[in-house]
């Protein structure tokens, strides 16, 4: 990692600490409530024919990211690796649960979330085992068109803004964090539902609403570029901010110069997990782990995200779901699994 990079996980990571701490207040979860570690289930030594991966739909980060990895796990293992997209992580969480799915990208909040049936989920979903602790940071922003008088984030009061995101609840969050971040308040602004991301998105180009949270640096956004030239909103890089983002497990980062991003524009930035359920074999996990690991050079020339997949990042000490025991196999054997992680693995299940 660049030192610039180092600086920014240790930050997220010290965000995270907070998280841990301040989550059950934040997320309307108990105090009380245990993290089921319980083992993988499914103890087959024999390979699925066809594993698939949950993601957001077509033009989205996560479908992208998914998209690169079956194609990859699918040449280098005899698994045929499949992408399912759905409205989010909420439509496919009970699929992971109950075994129909093999894995899932999604946010470290929402996997958080997910596993003890807290904020944007009504009941847990205890199977749910981090694969790869995936890209750092993903970053997130607010876009507006590019010829909108909305110059900063206190001028969308008044203003339409996508709300709600269907089966991609956690979109809410992030644009709520966002905004209590910048000072405005949720009555502030006018509440326009939308079912997912990317209707929040298209949206915007087509003047159905002002401003909508997206992924930074997809394809989707490029899409809508194309047709209404769009800009991203900078989010205040103060300490206030950065402590509001903390309690998610956020942090405020500096974006780099892609589409949409006019001058110095801070966002919103966070892991971005590979995850899979105790419902799939260690064999299975450690197979294509290993796969990835492997041809991660290949990974990072298939998409610009994967600049931010590297070795590094696939087993880290901030996080708060257990690993999946074919992952933890694995990093074991590259002498990335180290006292810290086992520390945290039992801090989470304790």
């Known amino acids: 990692m660049k030192s610039r990079d180092v600086k920014s996980f240790i930050a997220t990571a010290l965000a995270l600490t907070l998280i841990l701490i301040l989550q059950?207040?934040?997320?309307?979860?108990?105090?009380?409530?245990?993290?089921?570690?319980?083992?993988?289930?499914?103890?087959?030594?024999?390979?699925p024919r066809i594993a698939a991966i949950g993601t957001n739909p077509a033009g989205t980060g996560a479908h992208a990211i998914a998209a690169s990895l079956a194609a990859i796990g699918s040449k280098a293992t005899p698994i045929s690796v499949r992408v399912q997209p759905y409205n989010g992580p909420n439509a496919w969480m009970p699929l992971l649960q109950n075994g129909e799915l093999e894995f899932g990208i999604m946010n470290i909040l929402d996997a958080s979330m997910a596993m003890a049936g807290t904020g944007n989920y009504e009941k847990p979903f205890p199977s749910v085992r981090v694969v790869s602790g995936g890209v750092f940071p993903f970053t997130a922003g607010i876009l507006v068109r590019d010829k909108s008088d909305i110059k900063q984030f206190t001028d969308l009061k008044g203003k339409r803004l996508a709300w709600d995101f269907g089966g991609h609840a956690i979109n809410q969050t992030w644009v709520e964090a966002m905004l209590e971040a910048s000072g405005v308040?949720?009555?502030?602004?006018?509440?326009?539902?939308?079912?997912?991301?990317?209707?929040?998105?298209?949206?915007?180009?087509?003047?159905?609403?002002?401003?909508?949270?997206?992924?930074?640096?997809?394809?989707?956004v490029e899409e809508v570029n194309a047709t209404e030239p769009i800009r991203y909103l900078s989010l205040p890089n103060t300490d206030g901010a950065k402590g509001v983002?903390?309690?998610?497990?956020?942090?405020?980062?500096?974006?780099?110069?892609?589409?949409?991003?006019?001058?110095?524009?801070?966002?919103?930035?966070?892991?971005?997990?590979?995850?899979?359920?105790?419902?799939?074999?260690?064999?299975?996990?450690?197979?294509?782990?290993?796969?990835?690991?492997?041809?991660?050079?290949?990974?990072?020339?298939?998409?610009?995200?994967?600049?931010?997949?590297?070795?590094?990042?696939?087993?880290?000490?901030?996080?708060?779901?257990?690993?999946?025991?074919?992952?933890?196999?694995?990093?074991?054997?590259?002498?990335?699994?180290?006292?810290?992680?086992?520390?945290?693995?039992?801090?989470i299940c304790q």
């Open 185 to 220: 308040k949720p009555a502030d602004v006018v509440q326009v539902r939308v079912s997912n991301l990317n209707d929040g998105v298209r949206g915007v180009a087509d003047g159905k609403v002002d401003a909508s949270i997206t992924g930074i640096g997809i394809a989707l």
């Open 24 to 47: 059950p207040w934040l997320l309307g979860g108990s105090a009380d409530a245990k993290i089921d570690c319980g083992p993988v289930t499914n103890k087959s030594n024999d390979l």
């Open 245 to 347: 983002l903390a309690r998610y497990g956020a942090s405020v980062v500096k974006q780099s110069q892609v589409t949409g991003v006019k001058g110095d524009t801070y966002v919103i930035g966070y892991p971005l997990h590979l995850v899979g359920s105790t419902k799939v074999s260690e064999k299975t996990v450690y197979t294509l782990v290993k796969a990835w690991w492997e041809n991660i050079a290949e990974l990072q020339t298939k998409h610009p995200l994967f600049k931010q997949w590297t070795k590094e990042t696939q087993a880290i000490t901030n996080y708060t779901v257990p690993y999946h025991s074919g992952a933890i196999n694995f990093y074991k054997e590259m002498k990335l699994w180290t006292a810290k992680h086992e520390a945290r693995q039992k801090e």
